[in-house]
């Protein structure tokens, strides 16, 4: 049985700083391309961030020099570094595992809330 299970969301103030953390099970989390997305409330989910089985890394415009992802295999989990976060960070953030059609999986996700 494959499980993501995100964790690190919560309530941060606008300039600050959270980690997540993704943790994955019953996969190969090597071979697999793992990424973040968010949703916000009345918005489609968006990509944030990803990072292949080789760790070339992809960002979102929005958050380029601010959010770092990382991976690692040892451990089967992923992080998202986020730093100075603005309100318009306030997000469900989704762990995604993809390595093919057929073989992509999505966690339950963990709110973000950015607020004074």
């Known amino acids: 049985q494959v499980q993501l299970v995100e964790s690190g969301g919560g309530l941060v103030q606008p300039g600050g700083s959270l980690r997540l953390s993704c943790a994955a099970s019953?996969?190969?989390?090597?071979?697999?391309?793992m990424g973040w997305y968010r949703q916000a409330t009345g918005k489609q989910r968006e990509l944030v961030a990803t990072?292949?089985?080789?760790?070339?890394?992809n960002y979102a415009d929005s958050v380029k020099g601010r959010f770092a992802i990382s991976r690692d295999n040892a451990r089967n989990t992923v992080c998202l570094q986020m730093n100075s976060l603005t309100p318009e960070g306030t997000a469900v953030y989704y762990c995604k595992a993809d390595y093919s059609t057929s073989a992509t999986y999505w966690g339950q996700g963990t709110q973000v809330t950015v607020s004074s």
């Open positions: 990072i292949t089985s080789g760790a070339r890394t």
């Open positions: 019953g996969i190969l989390f090597s071979i697999y391309r």
